[in-house]
């Protein structure tokens, strides 16, 4: 297994998948992993029917959009939760054809002992890297925002003390602040809400989306996002 004091730095010096969901956690992650490495893609895990990201939510041509503009290859896979880390670590195996090194995940908590990440990187004969691993909750957020990332609250938890009105927010210090003040994990770490990255310095062309209707299941009220077609958007 990976020794515990690499998972910070793992990916210093060596080329790396990154695991990715779109969102805040998993492009910082990339960000501090490309400033120590080099990056071969990113891996991308959807729902059966692959219509949407199994983390987030996210429309496949979304998540393209955002890999385009970041340079970077997808590795995708649709998998249920059963097959879930079987088609995972088959992906892991084809980033490691592909020269890959390391698996970056964006986990700020995973525990020190039965790690999954871990597991499913030796299996793979990978190293792990997680960058933000053990960092305090708003000390990263504060980081993202400070780099100049742009990301939009896309699901919230309305069992968790966040509302619809939160749905299409951009995160800010401001908005941080407000967020702490009802006692909320400003990283969203227990279940809050979820994230898409829009724009910021990986980011070679900011994305053009357009808000849909917000749609509501149980405990959970969604934004979804789409490609705005129209908008004068040109990935160099």
């Not at 990916?11 to 490309?34: C, E, N, P, Y």
Request: glycine share 10%.
């Amino acid at each position: 297994m990976t020794e515990l004091k690499d998972w910070k730095n793992g990916a210093r010096g060596h080329k790396f998948i990154a695991s990715f969901s779109g969102g805040k956690d998993s492009v910082l992650a990339l960000h501090k992993a490309m400033k120590a490495g080099e990056a071969v893609g990113l891996i991308v895990m959807l729902e059966e029917e692959g219509k949407r990201s199994r983390s987030h939510g996210m429309p496949p041509e979304l998540i393209q959009a955002q890999a385009e503009s970041i340079g970077l290859p997808v590795y995708t896979a649709a998998a249920s939760w059963t097959d879930y880390e079987k088609e995972f670590t088959r992906l892991l195996a084809d980033a490691k054809s592909q020269g890959a090194e390391v698996l970056v995940t964006g986990d700020l908590d995973m525990p020190e002992h039965g790690c999954w990440n871990d597991k499913v990187a030796t299996n793979a004969g990978l190293k792990l890297g997680m960058p933000l691993w053990e960092m305090d909750h708003r000390q990263a957020v504060e980081e993202f925002i400070h780099l100049g990332f742009e990301t939009m609250i896309v699901t919230v938890n309305l069992s968790l003390g966040m509302r619809e009105d939160d749905l299409g927010r951009t995160l800010t210090h401001e908005y941080v602040q407000e967020l702490v003040a009802r006692g909320i994990d400003p990283c969203g770490e227990g279940g809050e809400f979820h994230t898409t990255v829009i724009n910021g310095p990986l980011f070679k062309t900011p994305l053009a989306v357009r808000k849909g209707e917000i749609l509501s299941d149980g405990e959970y009220a969604f934004l979804p996002l789409e490609l705005d077609e129209t908008a004068d958007r040109e990935i160099v």
